[in-house]
């Protein structure tokens, strides 16, 4: 027996105040008995505290609460019995938050380390007493409803950046603070999801070879740990800009698309927060540079020098 749910959209994607519509499938070669066939839809915020911030034991032994943003549940089909073969029920139900509940709206879906935001569809067959009930789940996708507005008040905020020997907060190696070296460009802090993010830098100059330009998208997550807010930063996603030692004076491209599911709006509530940065990383080859000291301890470990910048992503 297999029981299946099924979406009128293939994507799985809505937006308040869609109507999530679908099906469910049920294949079996003989005919059940069952006690009614019910669907319930739910939409969950998990928060899980940072070992790193608040301590293991606290991180193993405090829980934090989930956050119920939704809980439908709907009888499709009283108590009877079901054909052999294809048997289908359809189903809809109305995205919008429970009645009642700590919010009043729907947050974006999202995946990540600390914080889940996770919508779902799931089907349960009830078979009678001693008998272990039938069910399945499937996830589906919430995105904030798209605002039209004017192109100049979504258009991407650029700022400029420079990296130096001087703007490192790190220990750098010696080669590098004497040599000098400077990076510059300018990148869009304030994104649309479905855009991806853009810029452009130079490597005006640099005493010791480069061996790499990275972008590094980070994700800050806050999670309320109750006098204090357990934040951590951790990588969603790394994109290469450059392989080599790049010509200085030439202008590159900054080209990152976004991911679906780890990356959604900023977002700020009282449980909990979500931000994300970009952080340009410059991976230099000490070892190819006629001015590195090769007796000089972990030089292999302070070959990096990087510049933060916070986005704001936004839905239009």
């Known amino acids: 027996m297999a029981v299946e749910l099924k979406f009128s959209r293939v994507d799985r994607v809505y937006r308040p105040p869609d109507v999530v519509e679908g099906s469910v499938l049920i294949i079996t070669p003989t005919s059940i008995t069952h006690q009614g066939v019910r669907l319930i839809a739910s939409g969950t915020i998990m928060l899980q505290l940072s070992a790193r911030q608040v301590g293991v034991f606290e991180a193993l032994y405090s829980s934090v609460k989930p956050i119920q943003l939704m809980n439908k549940t709907i009888d499709i089909s009283p108590a009877g019995k079901i054909s052999p073969g294809k048997t289908e029920f359809p189903f809809h139900i109305a995205l919008e938050p429970s009645k009642g509940g700590l919010v009043?709206?729907?947050?974006?879906?999202?995946?990540?380390?600390?914080?889940?935001?996770?919508?779902?569809?799931?089907?349960?067959?009830?078979?009678?007493?001693?008998?272990?009930?039938?069910?399945?789940t499937a996830e589906f996708i919430v995105e904030g409803q798209r605002v039209r507005v004017p192109r100049a008040h979504v258009a991407p905020e650029a700022v400029n950046f420079y990296i130096t020997q001087d703007t490192q907060?790190?220990?750098?190696?010696?080669?590098?603070?004497?040599?000098?070296?400077?990076?510059?460009?300018?990148?869009?802090?304030?994104?649309?999801?479905?855009?991806?993010?853009?810029?452009?830098?130079?490597?005006?100059?640099?005493?010791?070879?480069?061996?790499?330009?990275?972008?590094?998208?980070?994700?800050?997550?806050?999670?309320?740990?109750?006098?204090?807010?357990?934040?951590?930063?951790?990588?969603?996603?790394?994109?290469q800009v450059a392989d080599g030692?790049?010509?200085?004076?030439?202008?590159?491209?900054?080209?990152?698309?976004?991911?679906?599911?780890?990356?959604?709006?900023?977002?700020?509530?009282?449980?909990?927060?979500?931000?994300?940065?970009?952080?340009?990383?410059?991976?230099?080859?000490?070892?190819?540079?006629?001015?590195?000291?090769?007796?000089?301890?972990?030089?292999?470990?302070q070959v990096m020098a990087y510049e933060t910048l916070p986005l704001r992503l936004v839905r239009t």
């Open 245 to 301: 030692d790049i010509c200085r004076g030439l202008t590159m491209p900054i080209y990152m698309v976004l991911p679906r599911l780890f990356t959604c709006p900023t977002l700020s509530a009282g449980a909990f927060s979500l931000e994300f940065e970009l952080s340009i990383v410059v991976t230099f080859d000490v070892g190819l540079s006629k001015h590195a000291v090769h007796t000089e301890a972990n030089a292999s470990k």
């Open 169 to 239: 907060k790190h220990i750098l190696a010696p080669v590098l603070r004497s040599g000098g070296f400077r990076i510059t460009g300018r990148v869009a802090t304030r994104c649309a999801l479905s855009e991806p993010i853009t810029g452009e830098l130079t490597v005006d100059g640099s005493t010791v070879p480069i061996r790499s330009i990275d972008l590094q998208l980070l994700r800050v997550e806050s999670v309320n740990a109750g006098e204090k807010m357990a934040t951590e930063t951790s990588e969603i996603q790394s994109t």
């Open 104 to 136: 009043d709206s729907l947050y974006e879906s999202y995946h990540g380390a600390y914080v889940n935001i996770q919508y779902s569809v799931g089907v349960e067959i009830s078979r009678g007493y001693l008998m272990r009930p039938i069910s399945s």
